[in-house]
DNA sequence: CTTGTTTTGACAACATGTTGACATAATGAG
DNA sequence: CTCATTATGTCAACATGTTGTCAAAACAAG
């Protein structure tokens, strides 16, 4: 359990992960170039439709793990290209509450359904226990940092 | 084999995957902080110590997987903080070759000390066997990119 | 209510990546 | 040798993330 031939193996995880990371997004701008979306863009949509109702940039930030400033600039992009809309928050006069616009339900919807193919395509040839394996390692390094 | 719900793991460990890098590039960045390296420059310190002799900016790139602007950018920088030094090329009047300087190579050798230490804490609680098929899950889905 | 702290939006500067465009140097085909 | 192509450095625009700062709104004590 104490292999010292462990820190090698991590650290060629640590530089698949930043390459890994790379080819993805680029995987994610592609697909969702026909719906004029990008992965940043998808990743919004997504926190927005997992939460299932309207949210304010900060709490989009904190569930995707990236500053609230990062978000606000991409929220406003969106609302620009019609993907989503504001709604004043009777709790809040500043933090107005962020929804998915109809188009927005619209291209997000899509894209899940063009992204389940892909998923299942690109794990061909990895078995499910193999998939878990990796799932659950990357939580507990993630996790590790995380406090 | 076949299992339709790998879609939805494989799914989780793309998102994974994204935060983890963000996770790590902060990791790295905090690392080199005490010797004034970031992430992005401690990879290309590793890139050239990999390569065991100088190299162009486009050789850099190649190896490291980014274009070559990203890379030119980050080396005129790494010039400027006395990392790298330039050589003339023999072969090539425009593109010169790049080296470690002195100050480079001592900032990457205590890099990859303390970065050995710090993968061996990273990875207890994690057995070897976990850490290896992790690795040759995600390369084998950066193969699938690949071509 | 008043006061001190936290949350939020807005703005700016920076780091790191991309793409595109341009001129020049190197190379290869004929 | 000449000419077309490729490789390289340079510059600019953009996307996406960070940090820091500031003022206004919300909140929590007292």
Chains 1, 2 share one sequence.
Not at 30 to 49: D, F, P
Request: proline share 3%; with cysteine.
């Amino acid at each position: 359990m104490n292999d010292p031939q462990k820190g090698p193996v991590f650290t060629d995880i640590v530089l698949e992960v930043f390459k890994l990371g790379g080819l993805l997004v680029s995987e994610g701008d592609h697909m969702g170039e026909e719906y004029g979306i990008t992965s940043a863009r998808w990743k919004v949509l997504g926190a927005l439709s997992l939460a299932g109702k309207p949210q304010t940039v900060p709490q989009i930030a904190r569930s995707m793990g990236l500053t609230r400033q990062a978000v606000q600039r991409l929220v406003d992009a969106m609302r620009e290209d019609e993907l989503l809309c504001f709604q004043n928050n009777p709790d809040h006069k500043r933090a107005k509450l962020i929804c998915l616009s109809a188009l927005g339900e619209t291209v997000f919807s899509k894209l899940s359904e063009k992204q389940s193919g892909w998923a299942m395509e690109c794990s061909t040839g990895i078995t499910k226990a193999e998939l878990e394996t990796t799932l659950s390692v990357l939580k507990r390094i993630s996790e590790s940092f995380e406090r």
